[in-house]
Nanobody, 129 residues
Framework: QLQLAESGGGLVQPGGSLRLSCAASRFTLDYYAIGWFRQAPGKEREVVSCISYSGSTKNYADSVKGRFTISRDNAKKTAYLRMKRLKPEDTAVYYC??????????????????????WGQGTQVTVSS
């Protein structure tokens, strides 16, 4: 089955930037929608962003619009989340997830994390001075 691995997390000061990567193994990402999610201590896992298999549809949570950018390189089997102007409230474990979506429909409208079948182990992002 599809396996995902996140990387790129770390400690960054407020206002700083990070780029997270989500690398797939065993299978390509063709026709898979990719979502980025995050979970802070004591809170539910929430949607951050979503990108369709072709990259033509992108969706962002209101809290990250204008600061985060999602992208993908299917030839490299990797998706990315570029995060700028980071805030302490962005501190969380960040997960990428994938779902087969040739429609595509997953990344339109409200994103339902329950529809994603494959998940990575997560990478910690800490924004603190």
């Amino acid at each position: 089955q599809l396996q995902l691995a996140e990387s790129g997390g770390g400690l960054v000061q407020p206002g700083g930037s990070l780029r997270l990567s989500c690398a797939a193994s065993r299978f390509t990402l063709d026709y898979y929608a990719i979502g980025w999610f995050r979970q802070a201590p004591g809170k539910e896992r929430e949607v951050v962003s979503c990108i369709s298999y072709s990259g033509s549809t992108k969706n962002y949570a209101d809290s990250v619009k204008g600061r985060f950018t999602i992208s993908r390189d299917n030839a490299k089997k990797t998706a990315y989340l570029r995060m700028k102007r980071l805030k302490p409230e962005d501190t969380a474990v960040y997960y990428c997830a994938a779902v087969w979506d040739p429609g595509p429909v997953i990344c339109t409208g409200d994103i339902d994390k329950g529809r994603f079948d494959y998940w990575g182990q997560g990478t910690q992002v800490t924004v603190s001075s």
